[in-house]
């Protein structure tokens, strides 16, 4: 229970940081939105044994929780919470992939786990940076830039509900799982029976919820355009982080920094 | 001014599961006029309230807000007259900042962008909160959330309010302070409460139902005091109206405990 709780205060959190006044925050959505798209798209491009050339790629997320003032640890707690999705992606491949691919000081390390890594790795920049996005942009401001860089209205106001709805799942989540806790004295009377009535009645007070709030909605004229007064332009500062941050994804991407420097430092000790 | 008033003839409302939401109700409300509309648990309050602003059609009768009757086709209209207060502001608020909230209204009316700083602000101005206008809805207190919620109906200029429990959830000093906003008002006001003290305090006038039917429809102050009424409609005499119960217990109570003193003492005597 306390649990949903936290995990509810963190997602008011991610509003929260949203809502600072750094450098990146002012910056258009639309510029963040694209440079990190050429950012996951970049990442997720390599191929699957990559591992050394994809570490240059932290720069970029370190970088927005610095300047836009993003606590990386609170992002970390919010990855290790997803990353059993990409573990059990890669999870079979040192089973199904044996081959030894390198060895290191005596160490064999097959290719299935070379892949499993850079699996991990891809899934820490992509998921990560997406975070941060959302950290320094706020949710609704994505989901603006979306709409203006032409996708179409029907997935952004999908989107919009998702984000708002969720904050009432979580809600009423909480409330069912205080009230279940408080009765159920240190789990003795709470057994897995309850959970299926306790699903049942989310989804019902959930979706009561959820036509309270269209009707809320609809009685303040929506009609399906979620309209935010902020005026953005795309000025210089703009361009130059677009093109600035682009250029370094794509020279990453076909020149390997960190051998490059372990190159030029075994040439300079020689 | 007929864009101010709401007439029901003969509404009725039976809801899919085929339970009845109010049976053959009529009014009329004219403009200013401040109605509380009261009445007992399952009376049919909000089944009327949620068609003042077109989500219910009535199944037969009819309904004219302002100047339109109530169908599906007038539904956009009848909200741009009827600004709709709902009992829980978090159902109501839902944008990331205060200022995003209440400008949602008049942006959807489509109001150019300068215009609609300026009505945010008189909103936020009117129910006094003009500071909150960066923070997020839902880490507001009770009170702040209620004030943000009446500011993003106001800010679409409504001609008529519709207000569910405004004053529920709320201590008594944001309580005092809400009925003081709402007299302050001009608007055509129709509050459903159950805080008949309230009603006594903001409306002159009160509609009574019960089982989906209008019992009473009078002045508050004579209604209010119509005990044999009250008690058939499920409802109680306002606080205000009462000679105060507590004093009263009070006394009751030192009587019968001055009797309880005495009877120790003789015995003492006695003894």
């Known amino acids: 229970m306390a649990t949903i709780d936290r995990h509810f205060f963190d997602i008011g959190y991610m509003d929260t940081l949203s809502s600072q006044h750094t450098a990146v925050h002012q910056l258009d959505p639309r510029a963040k939105l694209l440079t990190t798209l050429v950012f996951v798209v970049t990442v997720v491009s390599f191929g699957k044994y990559e591992i050394s050339a994809l570490l240059p790629f932290f720069i970029y997320p370190m970088v927005l929780c610095v300047v836009g003032n993003v606590p990386p640890a609170f992002l970390l707690k919010k990855l290790v919470l997803v990353s059993p999705f990409a573990i059990m992606l890669g999870i079979f491949n040192p089973l199904l992939d044996s081959d030894i691919l390198i060895r290191l000081a005596g160490v064999e390390v097959s290719g299935g786990w070379v892949s499993f890594a850079s699996i991990l790795i891809r899934f820490v920049l992509t998921v990560g940076v997406a975070l941060t996005l959302i950290a320094v942009t706020g949710f609704n401001a994505v989901c603006m830039a979306l709409e203006k860089l032409g996708t179409p209205k029907v997935f952004v106001v999908q989107l919009l509900f998702l984000h708002r709805y969720m904050f009432v799942l979580v809600d009423e989540a909480a409330r069912i799982f205080r009230a279940r806790a408080l009765r159920s004295f240190g789990g003795q009377a709470s057994g897995i029976k309850s959970y299926g009535s306790i699903v049942g009645q989310l989804l019902l007070r959930t979706i009561d919820r959820a036509q309270r709030i269209y ?16 005026s953005h332009r795309i000025g210089y500062r703009e361009i130059g982080f677009i093109v600035g941050w682009s250029l ?4 990453m991407r076909f020149y390997n920094l960190p051998v490059l420097m372990g190159k030029i430092l075994t040439e300079l000790f020689r | 001014m007929s864009h101010h008033i709401i007439e029901a003839n003969d509404l009725h409302y039976t809801y899919p599961d085929g339970t009845t939401g109010v049976a053959g109700v009529s009014f009329r409300i004219t403009h200013g006029e401040s109605v509380a509309v009261v009445g007992a648990n399952g009376a049919g309050k909000s089944t009327l309230l949620l068609h003042l602003n077109g989500y219910f059609i009535p199944s037969r009768g009819g309904l004219r807000i302002g100047d339109y009757p109530l169908t599906k086709k007038n539904v956009n209209a009848v909200r741009r007259t009827v ?26 009316l489509g109001l150019p962008p300068d215009e609609v700083e300026t009505c945010v602000m008189h909103a936020l101005e009117m129910v006094g909160v003009p500071h909150l206008k960066n923070r997020p809805p839902y880490k507001l207190s009770g009170g702040e959330k209620r004030a943000v919620a009446i500011a993003s109906v106001l800010s679409m200029s409504p001609n008529i309010l519709v207000m569910d429990e405004p004053s529920s959830d709320l201590d008594p000093r944001s309580r005092r302070r809400l009925i003081k906003l709402l007299n302050s008002f001009e608007h055509t006001k129709v509050i459903a409460t159950h805080d008949l003290d309230m009603a006594v305090d903001v409306c002159e006038r009160t509609i009574v139902l019960s089982e989906g039917r209008v019992t009473a429809d009078g002045p508050t102050l ?15 005499k306002p606080l205000q109206m009462q000679n105060c119960p507590v004093c009263a217990e009070r006394k009751k109570k030192q009587n019968g405990n001055s009797n309880i003193i005495r009877a120790p003492r003789r015995g003492l005597q006695s003894g």
């Open chain 1, 248 to 251: 370094f994804f794509i020279l």
């Open chain 1, 215 to 230: 009707l809320a909605m609809s009685c303040r004229g929506f009609e399906g355009h979620v309209h935010v007064m902020r």
């Open chain 2, 83 to 108: 600004g709709m207060v709902f009992q829980k502001p978090d159902d109501q608020l839902f944008m990331p900042t205060v200022f995003d909230d209440v400008a949602f209204g008049p942006l959807n």
């Open chain 2, 222 to 236: 004579e209604l209010l005091q119509d005990e044999a009424l009250l008690q058939k409609s499920g409802l109680e």
